[in-house]
């Protein structure tokens, strides 16, 4: 299984952007998959997780209420709203083969990156 993001960019405090992770191959319905992100000097956060079979999903406290994450057939999208200068960073994707959680050292297939700048 291989992951690709995309879809970063640049955004005023306020708007919105739709992350996407491209996955090949095919997971098990019990895996994960999930979004992760890296200010600048700051460490890896995790932001928000999907199974991959029943959709269940969890949020980080600080984007809950604002981001959706999101499945389509071999595509999991992180629509994000109401964007803050607090959310730029660096955005990945990545796979749990055991399923939910919040902790990035559980993932592996870790895609490249996609840049996110909220101005304000």
């Known amino acids: 299984v291989q992951l690709q993001a995309s879809g970063g960019g640049l955004v005023t405090d306020g708007g919105s952007l739709r992350l996407s992770c491209e996955v090949s191959g095919r997971p098990f319905s019990s895996h994960s998959i999930g979004w992760f992100r890296r200010a600048p000097g700051k460490e890896r956060e995790f932001v928000a997780t999907?199974?991959?079979?029943?959709?269940t999903t969890y949020y980080a406290d600080s984007v809950k209420g604002r981001f959706i994450i999101s499945r389509e057939s071999n595509t999991v999208y992180l629509q994000m709203n109401d964007l803050k200068p607090g959310d730029t960073a660096v955005y990945y994707c990545a796979l749990n083969r055991g399923g939910l959680s919040t902790v990035a050292t559980s993932y592996d297939n870790w895609g490249q990156g996609t840049l996110v700048t909220v101005s304000s």
């Open positions: 999907i199974r991959w079979g029943a959709r």
